[in-house]
T-cell receptor, first 114, second 116 residues
């Protein structure tokens, strides 16, 4: 079983649509959670951190359910520029110095159409 | 004024060759990383250095040897390249050892390695 699982998609949606991505993680020791965005042939960039109580940043809302080991990302009013791959990422602390290690999901591809 | 830079951007080479990829960050971060993204798009950590000291070493063949001459640089040397080494290699840096939610990793543009 993969440590971080996402539906790879692609999700094809019209402009203005609301779309939700889900992610599950297997390691209950995961400490912190993020969504990264990766454009085609580019590097990943942090989209938003995911707080325990959920958080919103403009059109983007992230939720965390630790009991179910589940993370979600909601995008409202989709724009053409939202087309990208969205990577679910968990951070696991390990070793005597509690060094963090990011574990990436495979990513979910979003294509927003005019 | 690129934050994390890598060279070269593209690398095409024959099996069996030895090659190096260089990475530099000008963010003043203490921790640097190498990741490999394969053809299925999985991004996996290979190594992490904090202040020139190796802190994460995943199950990577010992043909891969990272070197950190100072905390702003982390280079990756690969010996005896194999077909399966073809991938995109990303360098990244963070202020600290990614212990907290607020510690963000910044990625370089990637080096696309093709082994023929």
């Amino acid at each position: 079983r993969k440590e971080v699982e996402q539906d790879p998609g692609p999700f094809n949606v019209p402009e203005g649509a609301t779309v939700a991505f889900n992610c599950t993680y297997s390691n209950s020791a995961s400490q912190s959670f993020f969504w990264y965005r990766q454009d085609c042939r580019k590097e990943p960039k942090l989209l938003m951190s995911v707080y325990s109580s959920g958080n919103e940043d403009g059109r983007f809302t992230a939720q965390l359910n630790r009991a179910s080991q589940y993370i979600s990302l909601l995008i409202r009013d989709s724009k053409l520029s939202d087309s990208a791959t969205y990577l679910c990422v968990v951070n696991i602390l390990h070793g005597s110095s509690n060094t963090g290690k990011l574990i990436f999901g495979q990513g979910t591809t979003l294509q927003v159409k005019p | 004024d690129t934050a994390v830079s890598q060279t070269p951007k593209y690398l095409v080479t024959q099996m069996g060759n030895d090659k190096s990829i260089k990475c530099e960050q000008n963010l003043g971060h203490d921790t640097m990383y190498w990741y490999k993204q394969d053809s299925k798009k999985f991004l996996k950590i290979m190594f992490s250095y904090n202040n020139k000291e190796l802190i994460i070493n995943e199950t990577v063949p010992n043909r891969f040897s990272p070197k950190s001459p100072d905390k702003a640089h982390l280079n990756l040397h690969i010996n005896s390249l194999e077909l399966g080494d073809s991938a995109v290699y990303f360098c990244a840096s963070s202020q600290d050892e990614q212990r907290t939610l607020s510690d963000t990793q910044y990625f370089g543009p990637g080096t696309r390695l093709t082994v023929l």
